[in-house]
Structure formats: C-alpha cells, structure tokens
C-alpha cells in the first residue's frame, strides 16, 4: 500500500514564500514522477509542478520562474519552494506519485495542503 502525507500550506502575505513537503511511503514501487497539483473550488486542478528521478522538471506556464522542485530519491520525498506568492495562487495543493508497480502504472495522491495567500 503507497501513502503520500503533504505538508507546509499555510496562510502567507502577497511576494511571501512556503515550502511543500511530500512524502511517500509503501513498499513495491518504484517512482515514475512524482510532483503538485492545486485546485480551487470550481475549478479543475491543474499541474503547478512535476519531477523525474533523473531530474527532469515540467512546470505549469503561471509558475513564471517563481517555484523550484526538487526531490530526495533516497527517501521517496519531494519539497516545492514556492516564491513571490500571489492571490491567485491560492488553493489546495496535492502531492502526486505516478508510480510503477510491476506490471502496471498508478497514481497516488496526497490529502492535500491549503495554501492561502492574502493580506
């Protein structure tokens, strides 16, 4: 069974930072990406940030340079510093694990992160 637990949402004025935490657990995976998506009500969610074990990076267009993703393969874990906040930022942000499993592929997701951002 894989788990994600995220962490580090927050209420944060306009041109502020925070940084998101992931952590997967479980046995029998292995990663294929791993990364954040956000929703806000009404809305569909949408990719902020993704990440492969070899390094490779894919950002959604409004990140505009102001958030980093990294990850720790050695502990299945994956952090998202995000900079120069804005309102519209604002949503729940959800840790996602494309793993494969032998014999197939699957997506985990975390139970979410509220990110506010207001003054």
């Known amino acids: 069974q894989v788990q994600l637990v995220d962490s580090g949402g927050g209420l944060v004025q306009p041109g502020g930072s925070l940084r998101l935490s992931c952590v997967a657990s479980?046995?029998?995976?292995?990663?294929?990406?791993m990364g954040w998506y956000r929703q806000v009500p009404g809305k569909e969610r949408e990719l902020v940030a993704a990440i492969a074990p070899d390094g490779g990076t894919n950002y959604g267009l409004f990140v505009k340079g102001r958030f980093t993703i990294s990850m720790d393969n050695t502990k299945n874990t994956v952090n998202l510093q995000m900079n120069s906040l804005q309102p519209e930022d604002t949503a729940v942000y959800y840790c996602?694990?494309?793993?494969?499993?032998?014999?197939?592929?699957?997506?985990?997701w975390g139970q979410g992160t509220k990110v506010s951002v207001s003054s």
């Open positions: 996602y694990l494309h793993a494969k499993i032998p014999n197939n592929y699957s997506m985990f």
């Open positions: 479980g046995s029998g995976f292995a990663i294929n990406a």
